[in-house]
């Protein structure tokens, strides 16, 4: 079965630091393109940070630019996210997602359950 | 960043219903457009890829159409696990932004 399941969020005071991780099975991860997208409370869903299949090219959102680090080890097939100098707007669940990416189309057809961080003091 | 622009923010519909839902992008995304389920408390599921192609096992009462800025979502016939919030996305350049979802609810 092809998974993915994130784990390592809860409650972390604003200015504190989480790692969270996202663990592959059932496909060939190492080729994969991988995301990471949040959901406030009762909000929509906004894309955070990607990275390519073998790691050298990463990218994130304004917002989280300079705190959040995205890393995968494909030996572990896990994806990674390094939360730093976190905030009261970065309370959100958390989900890992596989994308298909070629030419003709790119989407995110494989996530995980997702993982809740929250920031409060 | 693309901004992506759905209407409506919610519905009210009945079973059996054709639902239609529309995604507007702020700039040309050529065909990378794609659409989410989500129901409550679960993580997102891709329904429809480039605009109009249907994910595999997904019902066929799915259909998606557009190209460039303005693409819909239409669901025939309305069906009780249909009762969910539906998200476009572009994946044409990175930020990949979602639309602020659409909520169909039962009438």
């Known amino acids: 079965e092809v998974r993915l399941v994130e784990s390592g969020g809860g409650l972390v005071q604003p200015g504190g630091s989480l790692r969270l991780s996202c663990t592959a099975s059932?496909?060939?991860?190492?080729?994969?393109?991988m995301h990471w997208v949040r959901q406030a409370p009762g909000k929509g869903l906004v894309w955070v940070s990607r990275?390519?299949?073998?790691?050298?090219?990463?990218d994130y959102a304004d917002s989280v630019k300079g705190r959040f680090t995205i890393s995968r080890d494909n030996a572990k097939k896990t994806l990674y996210l390094q939360m730093n100098t976190l905030r009261d707007d970065d309370t959100a669940v958390y989900y890992c997602?596989?994308?298909?990416?070629?030419?003709?189309?790119?989407?995110?057809?494989?996530w995980g359950q997702g993982t809740v961080v929250t920031v409060s003091s | 960043d693309i901004q992506m622009t759905q209407s409506p923010s919610s519905l009210s519909a009945s079973v059996g219903d054709r639902v239609t839902i529309t995604c507007r992008a702020s700039?040309?995304?050529?065909?990378?457009l794609n659409w989410y389920q989500q129901k409550l408390g679960k993580a997102p599921k891709l329904l429809m890829y480039?605009?109009?192609n249907l994910q595999s096992g997904v019902p066929s009462r799915f259909s998606g159409s557009g190209s460039g800025t303005d693409f819909t979502l239409t669901i025939n016939s309305l069906q009780p696990e249909d009762f969910a919030t539906y998200y476009c996305?572009?994946?044409?350049?990175?930020?990949?932004?979602f639309g602020q979802g659409t909520k169909v609810e039962v009438k």
């Open positions: 990275i390519y299949s073998d790691g050298t090219i990463t």
């Open positions: 700039q040309t995304i050529v065909g990378f």
């Open positions: 480039a605009a109009s």
């Open positions: 059932g496909f060939t991860f190492s080729i994969y393109w």
């Open positions: 997602a596989r994308a298909v990416d070629n030419s003709n189309f790119r989407a995110f057809d494989i």
């Open positions: 996305q572009q994946t044409y350049i990175t930020p990949r932004t």
